[in-house]
């Protein structure tokens, strides 16, 4: 089975402040890679994913993360964060081969504070 | 815009009821999967499905039961609810376009089922 750690269950920061929220995986196949986001009391929604090519993807809000394969890591960025960036967010991975299943870490709760 | 709606953003039940989630999705999408959301422990496969009628264990599949009779609505099952089993419950759905696994997952809002 996947494993997805996400490192912090928890990172609060000050607005304005960069900010990285940390992914590891273990596999020894090929993966996709995806972040959700989730907002209070929402449901989750696609942030970026890196399925292939260039191992930096972007997000429209601002976010980007970064496909390392030799340390298995797709940690998530922000050089300048907002309060409304305020929710908790997933790592997920899926490996080609499972009908579409994802994996999801635990999560991190990004607090961002004024 | 694709939606996911789930039958109840909350729900209350009592030990030992039969408890039905309702998610309908609206995109024509082939793979449907039922999550549960708890503190600490991320989202937890419970089962999904990648067509009508069939049916795949996910991760903690154990007091739970699904029933996919239409592309576009996947039920989950509480035969004899537990107070174990309140949580948050989400519902996804996914195509099934080119390479499997590459499609990204659409999220209900969430239905916060409590068993007293």
């Known amino acids: 089975a996947q494993s997805v750690t996400q490192l912090d269950s928890q990172v609060p920061v000050f607005e304005e402040a960069p900010v990285e929220l940390r992914c590891n995986y273990s596999?020894?196949?090929?993966?996709?890679l995806f972040w959700y986001v989730q907002y209070p009391n929402q449901g989750l929604q696609l942030l970026l994913k890196y399925l292939s090519g260039s191992t930096l993807v972007e997000s429209i809000n601002g976010f980007e993360a970064e496909f390392n394969k030799s340390q298995t890591s797709f940690h998530l960025r922000k050089p300048s964060v907002h309060i409304s960036d305020t929710a908790e967010y997933f790592c997920a991975v899926s490996r080609g081969s499972t009908l579409g299943r994802l994996y999801f870490g635990r999560g991190t709760q990004l607090t961002v504070w004024p | 815009d694709v939606k996911v709606t789930q039958s109840s953003r909350y729900l209350v039940k009592r030990t030992g009821e039969k408890v039905f989630l309702e998610c309908v999705q609206d995109?024509?999408?082939?793979?449907m999967f039922w999550y549960r959301q708890d503190p600490g422990l991320g989202l937890r496969l419970i089962y999904f499905s990648y067509d009508v009628k069939m049916k795949e264990k996910g991760d903690i599949p154990e007091g739970y039961s699904v029933s996919r009779e239409k592309k576009e609505r996947f039920s989950l099952i509480l035969e004899s609810a537990s107070t174990n089993q309140t949580s948050m419950y989400l519902c996804a759905s996914s195509p099934h376009t080119g390479l499997a696994g590459t499609d990204e997952q659409y999220f209900g809002p969430g239905t916060r089922l409590t068993v007293t």
């Open positions: 596999s020894s196949v090929s993966v996709y």
């Open positions: 995109m024509d999408h082939e793979n």
